[in-house]
């Protein structure tokens, strides 16, 4: 146990004095988390002017659902000439217009709510187009108008219903996820996996460029200490980068579990830290230049993010990326992590663990067997 510590005490201090793979560690998840608070701005609420020309009850009562969807909109109430100015500056993706006639048409049994959109991009056009459906089918549900009823509102404002729609919503949880802490937690998980195998490659090739593979084989030190004690190394210099970030995400709320929730979420970490240390000792050996080494762990380590489904969810991508995402580790560990937070179950928890820790058996072994191969 001596002889492991040493050698792993030895390897991270070798890590801690090459800041220049630290930082080629630290920079893609970083860039990574910068683009998606970024996508986080631009996917979750839309520029729309919105025209209010309606007096009546039933036009104030859109003009309040429409203001009150905050998660779609970023409304600019305006006239709508200045709306059309906007509009043609590109400076609002749409134009919504309740008329001043809203409320006749409703007594004669037909209205409209006009909308113009700019439909040059078809993920913001649609999010659009649902979020205005959906204004309309909370406008049409009875509910409403028993809800206003009552709360003693004064009768004009009762909705009324000929297509008594009905609106049947359960919750899964307590509110939506939002985008950035939904696509945060891959991020924490291509953290674990860029230090982990870099910080291997990186030891690896080292000992072959400065001949210490040569002095290490001629020490007394055993070859089972000196192959666990670069796992163990390679553990450490991940969990001295990964524990404050972990403990940061804690804080701010961005990682809380439901109850009961933290061991499997921390299985989770802890598999992914020794399938990324597998790895990296792996890419060390094989790969015997630094230069060369780090390029692959970054490069490795990005193919195992993406296709893992760290930028979007698996069920969405064609089937031939399905297919392959089933030979992908992190694909279990994203899935695992997103269970383990985002839902009051553990569903599917199990198998991903033991997915995950199959991986991180064959990678130690593969990452084993490339050293005894350079020892002997």
């Not at 061991?263 to 020794?274: H, K, S």
């Not at 089937?319 to 383990?340: C, N, Y």
């Amino acid at each position: 146990m001596r002889d492991i510590l040493a050698m792993a005490r030895l390897d991270l201090a070798v890590w801690r004095r090459s800041p220049w793979a630290i930082a080629v560690a630290i920079i893609p998840p970083l860039g990574m988390y910068v683009l998606i608070h970024v996508l986080s701005l631009a996917v979750t609420q839309q520029p729309v002017a919105l025209v209010m020309e309606g007096t009546g009850p039933q036009a104030q009562i859109v003009f309040e659902l429409i203001r009150a969807d905050t998660e779609s909109y970023q409304l600019r109430i305006t006239d709508m000439a200045e709306a059309r100015r906007l509009f043609d500056q590109q400076k609002v993706a749409a134009i919504i217009h309740i008329p001043a006639s809203f409320d006749e048409g409703i007594a004669r049994g037909r209205t409209s709510l006009d909308y113009t959109l700019n439909n040059v991009d078809i993920d913001y056009s649609d999010d659009i187009r649902r979020s205005i459906d959906t204004t309309i089918a909370e406008f049409e549900a009875p509910h409403l108008g028993e809800v206003l009823e009552e709360t003693g509102t004064d009768a004009p404002f009762v909705i009324p219903n000929p297509y008594r729609v009905d609106i049947a919503e359960t919750n899964l949880r307590d509110t939506d996820v939002p985008f950035e802490t939904y696509q945060v937690l891959p991020v924490l998980l291509l953290l674990i996996i860029t230090i982990g195998v870099l910080g291997g490659s990186t030891l690896g090739s080292r000992d072959h460029e400065r001949g210490t593979a040569t002095f290490l084989r001629s020490t007394p030190v055993p070859k089972t200490a000196f192959i666990l004690g670069r796992l163990l190394g390679t553990l450490l210099a991940t969990l001295i980068i990964v524990v404050p970030v972990l403990m940061y995400l804690i804080w701010n709320g961005t990682i809380d579990p439901p109850r009961g929730h933290w061991p499997p979420f921390l299985a989770i970490l802890g598999e992914t830290a020794v399938f990324s240390a597998g790895l990296g000792v792996l890419f060390g050996v094989v790969f015997k230049r630094s230069t060369t080494a780090a390029l692959v762990a970054v490069i490795a380590a990005s193919y195992l993010f993406f296709l893992g489904g760290g930028f979007t969810t698996i069920a969405f991508l064609p089937d031939w990326l399905r297919t392959l995402s089933q030979f992908v580790p992190t694909k279990f560990a994203i899935d695992g992590m997103r269970q383990t937070l985002f839902y009051s179950t553990l569903d599917d928890v199990g198998a991903n663990l033991a997915a995950l820790g199959v991986f991180a058996i064959l990678s130690v072994a593969a990452g084993i067997f490339a050293l005894e191969h350079q020892t002997t």
